[in-house]
Nanobody, 125 residues
Framework: QVQLVESGGGSVQAGGSLRLSCTHS????????MGWFRQAPGKEREGVLG???????SYRPAVKDRFTISKDYNNNTLYLRMNSLRPDDTATYFC????????????????????RGQGTQVTVS
């Protein structure tokens, strides 16, 4: 059984940086999109970044040039590096994997994603 476990969240001042980690136990095929969602208080869960099977990256425009994603295949860990954090980045961040990155950008897809983490809180003040 595959499990995704996020870590690395915390509180940071505006302009600061954080690196989130998502480690998965169990096998996830390399033919899966992996990436991150977030949900701010009172808002819908939204896709943030998706790393596709061909290495291409899709992202929410609000995080362009500030957030980046990488994967350590040896340690089954996906990272989200967040720089120049802003108060509106405050949210719970979730890791996920599915056969297509298209689900990152279609509303309401979270429950249908194949693999989903429990989230880690990021607070920017």
């Amino acid at each position: 059984q595959v499990q995704l476990v996020e870590s690395g969240g915390g509180s940071v001042q505006a302009g600061g940086s954080l690196r989130l980690s998502c480690t998965h136990s169990g096998y996830i095929s390399s033919r899966h999109c992996m990436g991150w969602f977030r949900q701010a208080p009172g808002k819908e869960r939204e896709g943030v970044l998706g790393l596709d099977t061909d290495g291409s990256l899709s992202y929410r425009p609000a995080v362009k040039d500030r957030f980046t994603i990488s994967k350590d295949y040896n340690n089954n860990t996906l990272y989200l590096r967040m720089n120049s954090l802003r108060p509106d980045d405050t949210a719970t961040y979730f890791c996920a994997a599915d056969t297509t990155c298209a689900k990152w950008w279609s509303p309401g897809q979270w429950p249908a994603l194949r693999y989903r983490g429990q989230g880690t809180q990021v607070t920017v003040s």
